[in-house]
């Protein structure tokens, strides 16, 4: 099944309250899952990671075989892409498993795109930062 999933975290503070957002469309671009999950303190790349995690599992349970991740983070997508090593300490174990659950997928491939693009996702991690917990739509 083709996928795009938007993606998207962000932190009060950098470090402090996170949330990220996740928004899965199918080939026609209808939503099958829209999540906000709440982080209780990390940094805005955290955030983003946390987003990517989401969405790689959300894509293995919908069984995407093409999934498109769009993300307004160049450096998470620079770095998935294989542009840039992850350098930070806190995010190599985020990127690892990142990796892992991406190769249990047929295909992945990675977007980046200006923020304004990206509306849904940024909705739903700043929803979840409000609300203090896990929201779905």
């Not at 795009?4 to 080939?27: C, E, F, H, L, M």
């Not at 160049?74 to 174990?93: F, T």
Request: glycine share 10%.
């Amino acid at each position: 099944m083709k996928l795009t999933i938007n993606i998207d975290g962000g932190s009060r503070g950098n470090p402090g309250p996170a949330g990220a957002g996740v928004v899965a469309r199918d080939g026609e671009g209808n939503v099958l899952a829209s999540r906000g999950v709440y982080l209780k303190h990390a940094t805005n790349n955290v955030a983003e990671y946390t987003g990517l995690l989401t969405a790689l599992e959300t894509a293995r349970m919908l069984g995407g075989s093409d999934v498109t991740i769009i993300s307004d983070s160049e450096l998470l997508v620079r770095q998935m892409n294989g542009q840039y090593r992850v350098k930070n300490e806190g995010l190599k174990p985020l990127f690892d498993q990142a990796s892992t659950l991406a190769s249990q997928l047929p295909r992945v491939t990675y977007t980046h795109v200006r923020r304004e693009l990206n509306k849904d996702a940024d909705r739903l991690a700043n929803l979840a930062m409000n609300a203090k917990r896990d929201v779905e739509e």
